[in-house]
């Protein structure tokens, strides 16, 4: 497992996102869920594109089901298929981009800075409110579960590292709520 480095807050950062709720920073490199009870149902689970490239996990038997808007054409390669209407509205991505750049000018390290932006613009929130509201979303998350409920392993894939909050994990709570 790559080294975990702590990346605190400067001073004028940690008071403009004081307020913010926070969830823990430091995630797992692969994370399965498994909350059917049914004997012959499957799991669920998540992980990112570039520990599948590097073998950092292994999923046998699974489908790799990317969750990305727009992937590049190696992406295609990594996942067996892709879900874009997945994938967080280009909007928000871009708001959270400039934040996350704002946070490094003052100082912080990556995955701080896509934390602490991932909180100041609401992308947890605003996620939820898109995938609710998308038709071609809540397809897509009733699909899942279905193949999740038929025994199918589904792996959710895109490209956030461990350490950064990603919408994937969001999808894994919505998807076993579906379960």
């Known amino acids: 497992m790559p080294p975990r480095v702590k990346c605190p807050l400067p001073p004028a950062v940690r008071a403009s996102v004081a307020d ?42 699974a489908a790799l089901v990317g969750v990305v808007r727009q992937p590049t054409g190696w992406f295609h390669g990594a996942v067996d298929e892709n879900r874009p209407a997945l994938g967080p509205p280009a909007a928000l991505l871009e708001e959270t981009k400039r934040r996350h750049e704002d946070l490094k000018m003052q ?44 025994g199918e392993t589904v792996v959710l894939v895109c490209f956030e590292g461990e350490d950064k909050r990603c919408h994937r994990r969001v999808l894994v709570g919505l998807l076993e709520a579906r379960l």
């Open 20 to 61: 913010t709720p926070r969830t823990p920073c430091f995630l797992l490199t692969a994370t399965r869920h498994s909350t059917v009870e049914r004997a012959d149902a499957g799991e669920v689970a998540e992980t990112y594109v570039a520990a599948l490239q590097h073998d950092l996990v292994d999923f046998e038997d």
């Open 107 to 150: 100082g912080l390290c990556d995955e701080g800075a896509h934390n602490a932006a991932w909180d100041e613009v609401g992308f947890e929130a605003r996620y939820r409110d898109h995938v609710r509201e998308s038709p071609d979303a809540q397809a897509a998350l009733d699909d899942l579960a279905e193949r999740v409920r038929d």
